[in-house]
C-alpha cells in the first residue's frame, strides 16, 4: 500500500476482554515500531521489530502484552485481559532499516478504549 | 524511556514570528528527527539530520545539531495558524531503534 495501515481505527472492549491490534507497514520496509500514547502525553515505546524478530521488547508494560511480525511485514499487537489504563492511541511506523538515516512513516493509530 | 527531552512543553505566539523548540539527549545518536502530530493521531516526519550535519534548511524550518552539547533546536520562521500541532524529536541510534521525547505543544494565535 501506500502508507502504514492500522486496524481498526477505533476499538472499545470491555475490560478483561482480549483485543487484537494490526499494522501493515510500507511494503520493503524491514523495521517496525509499536508506540503507545496517552491522552496528551508523549510516545510510550512498546516493541521495534527489525525483520522477523524483535531485538527490543523493552517497553512492553506487562506480560499482557505481546507482539508478533510474520514474513516480515504485517504486525499483530495483542492485549490480553484488558484494563483501564491500556485505554490510548496505538500507534505503528515503518522504516527502510536497510537505508541508513531514513525517515519513519507512521499509521493514523488505533484509538483503544477499555470500558 | 525517553531519550529526548523537549523544551518548553508548550509555546504560543503570534502569527508571523518565528518560534524556537529545544530538544536534548542522553546517549550517542545517528541521526535526530522532528516530528509533528496534528489531532493526536499519526506523525508526519518534518527533517532529519545526521549526527555529522550541524545545520539543516527545509523550507520555513530550520534545524541545528550540536552533539558536543546533545541538543537541537527546531526553528519555524514566519508561523502560521496552521503550523499550530505538537512536535516530537525523536533519534536513532546504532540498534536503528527511534526513541522520541515527550513533545511540545505549539500554539500559534491568527
Known amino acids: 500500500g501506500a502508507g502504514v495501515s492500522q486496524s481498526p481505527s477505533n476499538k472499545v472492549t470491555e475490560k478483561g476482554k482480549d483485543v487484537e491490534l494490526r499494522c501493515d507497514p510500507i511494503?520493503?520496509?524491514?523495521?517496525l515500531y509499536w508506540y503507545r500514547q496517552s491522552l496528551g502525553q508523549g510516545l510510550e515505546f512498546l516493541i521495534y521489530?527489525?525483520?522477523?524478530?524483535?531485538?527490543?521488547k523493552s517497553g512492553l508494560p506487562s506480560d499482557r502484552f505481546s507482539a508478533e511480525r510474520t514474513g516480515g511485514s504485517v504486525s499483530t499487537l495483542t492485549i490480553q485481559r484488558t484494563q483501564q489504563e491500556d485505554s490510548a492511541v496505538y500507534l505503528c511506523?515503518?522504516?527502510?532499516?536497510?537505508?541508513?538515516?531514513?525517515?519513519?512513516?507512521f499509521g493514523q493509530g488505533t484509538r483503544l478504549t477499555v470500558v | 524511556s525517553q531519550q529526548g527531552e523537549e523544551d518548553p512543553q508548550a509555546l504560543s505566539i503570534q502569527e508571523g514570528e518565528n518560534a524556537t523548540m529545544n530538544c536534548s539527549y542522553k546517549?550517542?545518536?545517528?541521526?535526530l528527527q522532528w516530528y509533528r502530530q496534528n489531532s493526536g493521531r499519526g506523525l508526519v516526519h518534518l527533517i532529519l539530520?545526521?549526527?555529522?550535519?550541524r545545520e539543516k534548511h527545509s523550507g520555513r524550518l530550520r534545524v541545528t545539531l550540536d552533539t558536543s552539547k546533545k541538543s537541537s533546536s527546531l526553528l519555524i520562521t514566519a508561523s502560521r495558524a496552521a503550523d499550530t500541532a505538537s512536535y516530537f524529536c525523536?533519534?536513532?541510534?546504532?540498534?536503528?531503534?527511534?526513541?522520541f521525547g515527550k513533545g511540545i505543544t505549539l500554539s500559534v494565535r491568527p
Open positions: 511506523a515503518s522504516s527502510s532499516a536497510r537505508v541508513a538515516n531514513t525517515e519513519a512513516f
Open positions: 511494503s520493503g520496509h524491514t523495521a
Open positions: 521489530f527489525q525483520g522477523n524478530s524483535a531485538p527490543d
Open positions: 546517549t550517542s545518536i545517528n541521526n
Open positions: 539530520i545526521r549526527s555529522n550535519e
Open positions: 525523536a533519534t536513532t541510534g546504532a540498534n536503528s531503534k527511534l526513541t
